[in-house]
């Protein structure tokens, strides 16, 4: 399974971005689509996930300014990054779970900065 992250770059706080995930590969129904993040200098958390059917988990330092959608057809999927503050500059994972297993690829880098 291979994952590439995109749409990163360097925006105003309270500014906005749509991260894209692209997945190919050996990809199986149900899979979950996750998020994560990486500061400088701290470990990588988690942002969000969305299940096959639509349900999604939020992380709680996201309080509604974040959306996560997918494209089962198509193994995409978008992460809605809104009222963007200074501590959400990181590098944003897409992994993907299935079967057992996390696959990782590679990020992109949110700049969120005045």
């Known amino acids: 399974v291979q994952l590439q992250a995109s749409g990163g770059g360097l925006v105003q706080p309270g500014g906005s971005l749509r991260l894209s995930c692209a997945a190919s590969g050996s990809i199986f129904s149900g899979y979950i689509m996750e998020w994560y993040r990486q500061a400088p200098g701290k470990e990588r958390e988690f942002v969000a996930q969305i299940f096959s059917g639509g349900l999604t988990i939020f992380a709680d330092f996201v309080k509604g300014r974040f959306t996560i959608s997918r494209d089962n057809h198509e193994n995409t999927g978008t992460l809605q990054l809104n009222m963007l503050k200074p501590e959400d500059t990181a590098v944003y994972y897409c992994?993907?779970?299935?079967?057992?297993?996390?696959?990782w690829g590679q990020g992109t880098l949110v700049t969120v900065s005045s």
């Open positions: 992994p993907l779970s299935q079967r057992g297993a996390r696959f």
